[in-house]
């Protein structure tokens, strides 16, 4: 029998491989590491583990004061969910508050903020690749007005998932800016033009620090018309690099932004409205991309909680004060009795969907 293996019947078996062991493995020799650190290896092997998503969880322990990251792995056992298995990650940056606000997750790499006090502005954007234990702190962005102002930022990748991209819009009383850091150039460069829509971004909500949602190759915002007053989502095509809008119902749009969340379910853009007092909240889905007429209201819950976001089937995890971290049913259409064991500062919560990845920084 012939020692010979192709190289692609290699590729393939170890594009099924976590990443924990395929870094071991670019040791091995030269021929696994020049197969594994290739751009089409890693591009492959993200797609394959779309298939595997684990929940990304930032969490405050108000017992040492201090913040945890970790993925978790959800099982469902007799109906309920429950956590299978829990790795602890240590974020690279030590930061100087309790809030490290998370921008958004995107093919594994996390964006987030380092933050001088708890009321100062964001000094370092990091991009962070916690499977390989890389990051990279961005250079100081080249639009930094002297006079009062407010940034929005935005984190995701074209449609081919090969150029990924924090978007930074500077918004002054009178004015704004744009520009965009690419990983690939590493550096930022100002678009022309601005934004060139009317819409104003918000930069923060009753959800979580940063309100974005990245879909469809496609940054998302919560934004207001400053004309009618009207809410909508301002859009962002990270690999044309153009700004556009997108419309939320006729019932969404005149509502108060602060009763608005916006949100990724299942493959659709979503928003969750909480109602009067925060009583209840509406879950809505937007069935076809940038249809206005596909919006559809999933279903409404009565409880007071706080949606800190959804899996990839859809059901939604919520932060109470009593319970930490439940999951809402879909099937029973009740929140879940058993909480999943995680507690913490429930307006610190952060969770997002996340796939382990290759991706260098």
Not at 276 to 290: F, I, L, N, Q, T
Not at 323 to 347: A, P, R
Request: include cysteine; charge should be positive; charged fraction near 20%.
């Amino acid at each position: 029998m012939s020692d010979y293996f192709p190289a692609e019947l290699q590729s393939a078996i170890l594009q099924k491989l976590p990443v924990k062991s395929l870094i071991r493995f670019t040791t091995v020799c030269k021929s696994w590491r020049s197969i594994i650190t290739s751009p089409n290896f890693i591009q492959s092997h993200l797609s394959e583990g779309k298939n595997h998503t684990q929940i990304l969880l930032k969490r405050f322990d108000q017992t040492d004061e201090r913040e945890h990251f970790s993925l978790l792995n959800l099982v469902a056992e007799n109906g309920a969910l429950s956590v299978n298995s829990s790795s602890h990650l240590e974020f690279p940056v030590k930061s100087r508050t309790a809030c490290s606000p998370i921008v958004g997750c995107c093919d594994g790499v996390v964006c987030l903020l380092e933050t001088c006090s708890a009321r100062s502005s964001p000094k370092d954007v990091i991009l962070w690749n916690p499977s390989i234990r890389t990051h990279l702190v961005l250079p100081t962005p080249t639009i930094n007005p002297k006079e009062s102002h407010m940034v929005v930022l935005g984190f995701g990748s074209d449609a081919n998932h090969a150029h990924h991209k924090v978007v930074r819009l500077v918004y002054k009383p009178n004015d704004f800016g744009a520009e965009v850091f690419s990983v690939k150039t590493r550096s930022w460069r100002r678009l022309s033009g601005g934004v060139g829509v009317a819409l104003r971004a918000l930069k923060t909500g009753y959800c979580q620090a940063y309100c974005q949602a990245f879909l469809n190759g496609v940054v998302h915002w919560l934004a207001l018309n400053p004309v009618d007053r009207r809410a909508s989502f301002l859009a962002f095509d990270v690999g044309d690099e153009v700004f556009g809008e997108v419309m939320l119902p006729d019932c969404l749009a005149s509502e108060c932004l602060k009763m608005l969340c916006i949100f990724v379910i299942g493959e659709s853009l979503g928003v969750v409205k909480y109602n009067k007092g925060y009583e209840s909240w509406d879950v809505w889905a937007m069935k076809e991309y940038r249809v206005k007429e596909s919006w559809t209201k999933m279903y409404t819950v009565e409880v007071s909680a706080r949606v800190v976001g959804f899996r990839n089937s859809g059901e939604a995890l919520l932060a109470l004060r009593s319970l930490g971290l439940v999951v809402y049913n879909l099937k029973t259409k009740q929140m879940q009795s058993e909480d999943l064991g995680i507690y913490g500062c429930t307006m610190l919560f952060y969770v997002d969907n996340y796939v382990e990845s290759l991706l260098l920084l």
